[in-house]
Each structure stands twice: as C-alpha cells, then as structure tokens.
C-alpha cells in the first residue's frame, strides 16, 4: 500500500492527516518546523485497522519488516473502515487508565499517576482527568503519551482499548 493509498483510506476514516505528515511520522525525521512529529493514539489505532495489524506492532522495532508484517498486509476490507470502530477504542481508553490507577495496591491520585508519567511525557493531573473522562473523545492523546501509561502501568498498549471491567474495589 502507497502513503497516497494509506493517507486517502485514514481521509475517508475522517482521520486529519496529510501524506507529508505521514511522510515525516514514517521516517522519524523533523517536520518544516524541526520538530519530530508524535502520532495520535486516534492515528495509531486508523492506521492499525487500515494495515490490519495490532496497534504495538508500530510501537516495536523490527529487524525485518516484512518477516514482521501479516500475509495479507496491505489488503484493504473496508467494511472494517469506520470512526465509529476507532471511536469505541479510545472510548476505553479513559475507564482502563482510572482502573489501572485505582488498582488494588496502586490507588494513586491524578496527580501521583502524572508524576508517574511526567517522567516519559509532559503530564499533568489535569490531563489525566480529561483522559479518564474521554475529553474531545481522546482524539488528541498522543502515541507518546500511550507508550507512557503502558510503562507507568506495565501492560501492554492493547490493554487500554479492551472492554473495561467493571470497578468493585
């Protein structure tokens, strides 16, 4: 699949990205501006159902990338392609953060859980409540951010787009 294909199947998706951008994030080089570009988690997860592959699989290196990649990598359903699908993957995205922060043993508060992650990522208590509550849908948590949660939580990143349990602490 070409970046022209790839950028035009995230358009259709409603996902904002342009194929210079794509361009930049594929070769992790500076933009126009000379800042290195951090994907959406809202991208990561378009581009996962486009490729049809698992969202980590662009967050681990690969010796070589096409041993790497599935069979049939690069073949388009388009049944799969909808917002709606990307749209309840984020959605769990905040009740799996609160559950994991709340965990038996952990129970940290917004703010312990952003000095966890200030560490990796610039974080504030504040953020981490707009994550948990889905603020703008999560449209605009970044791959960077994820990466940190799932080191803080030590789990993987699908870990926070499954269904969450329910709470009983």
């Known amino acids: 699949m070409t970046q022209v294909e790839l950028v035009k ?18 070769r992790g ?4 501006n000379q800042t290195l570009l951090s994907a ?22 690969h010796v070589n990338i096409f041993d790497a990649l599935p069979k049939d990598f690069g073949i388009i359903r388009t049944e799969s392609l909808s917002p709606e699908n990307i749209d309840t993957d984020l959605a769990n995205l905040g009740p799996n953060i609160l559950e994991l922060r709340l965990k038996p043993g952990r129970g940290w508060t917004q703010g ?24 703008n849908q999560n449209r605009y948590v970044t791959v960077d951010q994820l990466m940190a ?10 870990t ?10």
């Open 149 to 158: 949660f799932a080191e803080v939580f030590e789990v993987t990143v699908d």
């Open 29 to 32: 080089v500076p933009n126009s």
């Open 40 to 61: 959406s988690v809202h991208l990561l997860l378009g581009c996962a159902k486009v490729l049809h592959v698992e969202p980590e699989w662009f967050l681990t290196e």
């Open 112 to 135: 312990e859980l952003a000095e966890n992650v200030r560490e990796r990522v610039r974080m504030s208590g504040w953020r981490v409540m707009q994550i948990e509550n889905g603020w």
């Open 160 to 169: 926070f787009f499954r269904k969450p349990r329910v709470l009983s602490f």
């Open 9 to 26: 199947c995230l358009k259709e998706m409603g996902l904002k990205i342009s194929q210079t951008n794509l361009s930049f994030l594929e």
